[in-house]
């Protein structure tokens, strides 16, 4: 027998899990699964959780905003229990170093009319607000291996401080504090589950042959019957398919394009509108699940779970993996105020950022400037060399040492290793698809971690609005902030969007 569900999860990240978390809270049955061995173990692991408001559009900036009041409240939020130990934000500030992308009249234009609190310090207070920094403008960052890297500055800068900017201490916590919360609200979970397949009833099923996966599907005969198109064709469907507990549609309505919906005592109601069929999504260890409603949150390997959908093709904004390194360094002396954490730097005008950590040291990362190639993925993401390399690391530390050149550079590498998936625009893809039932919460291109709450809530709106039988495409969903009561247009996230006027990088 399969196991019925109102909407499957694909994907325990942190949107995932915060999909996973408001769609249980508005009464639905959700099953959450992910391939790992628990929540967050995927990109979300990896990031520097940094939660800043400098965006290039209005629309990111009251996002983030917005967002990190539910970071603030996190316990009420997700309303956990005293004890449960929970991801912390520290509210250590932020600076954003003068740089053509950001340019300050914008954000501060932004800063004011939403109401977030910022100062700027020119190039003479820079220093005194934060230890060993040097001012000196580098404009265009240059690669670290040319002369050019180490001419002298050619004037100064200064920087718009956001002090309640920071930064979540500890990401995959944080997941594991929404899947629990999911949990608390009625979701169930599956860990160590990869999907496998998917299909919409009357589709027919398509196998996962990626490498090192062909040998989980195939035990369910699925490899094994695939068609020209990378389809196994319907005939998988026509009897009986050997899969556990599973009917051909002589016997089983759902297959037989009637719209019954498994589990619902009213099929009339909001969900029941949207499907006309029903998702079956095959996990490795055979277990078919079934629902209406299925939401692709798998991150780096969102392209996978699109493919097996058959979803994608009319999306005009695409996604890719893009590999990442974030590096660990004592923070040099002064950075940290005696009584707490220096501010997280975002700097453009060398090409990284970094933010401090509550043990002393810092992470730095980068801002993919154009002096550098970037580490596309071209194979499968499970294959990408989790090690990090002595060439990005004194490239990114040796950056952060021109700012602060008190900064000592460890002599062997130490940090992490991430992917995660780079929309068209760097702005990520929320929105139904058009496949009934399909959703998409994919290409956060590296900047959507502080967004986490909202996503879950964006995606429970969209849904919804599916349900009423509002075309978000014609009708564009709208969500009113909480904290600002602007209206947030949601056809910002959306897959057919000509690309966004942003920065073109990771931040958005
Ligand atoms: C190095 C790095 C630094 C970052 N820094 C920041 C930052 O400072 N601030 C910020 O806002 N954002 C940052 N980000 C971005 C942010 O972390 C991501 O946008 C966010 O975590 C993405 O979450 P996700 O749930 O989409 O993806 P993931 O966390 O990757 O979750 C996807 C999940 O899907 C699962 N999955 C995949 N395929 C299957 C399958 N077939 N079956 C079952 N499960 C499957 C995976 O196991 C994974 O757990 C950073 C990202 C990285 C990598």
Same mark, same amino acid.
């Given at each position: ?7 499957? #999860?694909? $994907? ?36 520097s959780g940094i939660i800043r408001f ?14 990190s009041?539910?970071w603030a ?11 449960? &130990?929970?991801a912390q934000f520290h509210r250590c500030g932020k600076i954003m #170093? ?7 009249? *914008?954000?501060?234009?932004? =800063?004011?009319?939403? $109401?977030?609190e910022y100062e700027?310090w ?7 607000r934060i230890g060993?920094l040097? !001012? ?23 920087a718009i401080y956001t002090p309640q900017a920071g930064f979540i201490d500890d990401?995959? *916590? ?21 999907? %496998? ?43 009986? /398919?050997?899969?556990? +507990? ?23 109601? +909001?969900? $029941? ?7 079956? %999504? ?22 996978? #779970?699109?493919?097996?959908? $058959? ?6 904004? /695409? ?12 923070a040099?002396?002064g950075f940290n105020p005696p009584d707490g954490l220096g501010p997280a730097v975002a ?6 950022y970094l933010r401090p950590e509550p043990s002393g040291g810092l992470l730095i ?14 194979? !499968? ?15 990114? %530390? ?5 700012? =602060? &050149? ?9 940090? %992490? ?21 399909? =959703? ?10 502080k ?7 964006? #995606? ?15 009708? &564009? ?32």
């Open positions: 027998m399969a196991t019925t569900a109102d909407a499957i #999860i694909i $994907g325990a990240g942190l949107v995932g899990t915060s999909t996973a978390y408001q769609l249980a809270r508005t009464g639905r049955r959700v099953i959450l699964c992910d391939q790992k061995a628990g929540p967050g173990y995927g990109s979300s692991s990896a990031s400098e965006y290039t559009l209005a629309t990111s900036v009251i996002v983030a905003w917005e967002a009041h539910d409240n996190l316990r009420d939020y997700l309303a956990a229990p005293a004890t449960e &130990p929970l #170093i003068d740089c053509p992308a950001f340019p300050r009249d *914008l954000l501060q234009n932004y =800063f004011e009319s939403i $109401g977030i700027y020119d190039a003479a207070e820079l220093p005194k060993g040097d !001012p000196g403008r580098h404009y265009p960052p240059k690669p670290i291996d040319a002369p050019e890297f180490w001419d002298d500055p050619t004037g100064q800068l200064g990401p995959r *916590l944080a997941c594991e504090n929404f899947a629990d919360a999911a949990v608390r609200a009625g979701a169930e979970v599956r860990y160590r589950a990869p999907v %496998v397949g998917l299909a919409r009833a009357g589709d027919g099923y398509q196998a996962d042959y990626r490498a090192g996966r062909a040998g989980q599907a195939s035990p369910t005969g699925w490899a094994d019957q695939v068609g020209p198109n990378g389809r196994v064709g319907n005939t998988g469907l026509s009897g009986d /398919t050997g899969l556990p +507990g599973h009917r051909g549609p002589a016997g089983d309505t759902r297959l037989s394009g009637q719209p019954e919906l498994p589990g619902r005592t009213n099929p009339g109601d +909001g969900i $029941g509108q949207i499907a006309s069929g029903v998702w079956q %999504v095959l996990l490795s260890s055979g277990e078919l699940l079934e629902a209406p409603l299925v939401v692709n949150a798998a991150g780096p390997w969102s392209p996978e #779970i699109n493919r097996l959908a $058959g979803a994608g093709g009319e999306f005009s904004i /695409t996604t890719r993996p893009l590999r990442q390194e974030v590096h660990s360094v004592p040099p002396a700097d453009q005008d060398l090409g990284y990362g980068g801002t993919e400037p154009d002096c550098d190639a970037l580490d596309w993925v071209e194979g !499968p993401v499970d294959a990408v060399n989790m090690n990090r390399t002595a060439e990005l690391f004194e490239k990114q %530390v040796t950056r952060a040492a021109r700012r =602060f &050149p008190g900064l000592a550079i460890p002599p062997r590498p130490a940090g %992490v290793v991430g992917v995660y998936d780079v929309a068209t625009d760097w702005t990520p893809i929320y929105d139904k698809t058009d496949l009934p039932g399909f =959703f998409v919460a994919i290409g956060t291109s590296g900047n959507q971690f967004n986490g709450p909202l996503i879950g809530e964006f #995606i429970s709106a969209l849904i919804e609005a599916d349900g009423r039988g509002q075309d978000h495409d014609v009708v &564009p969903v709208r969500y009113t902030g909480r904290v600002t009561g602007r209206q947030i247009d949601l056809s910002l996230y959306s897959r057919l969007r000509q690309p966004a006027a942003n920065s073109g990088t990771v931040a958005g």
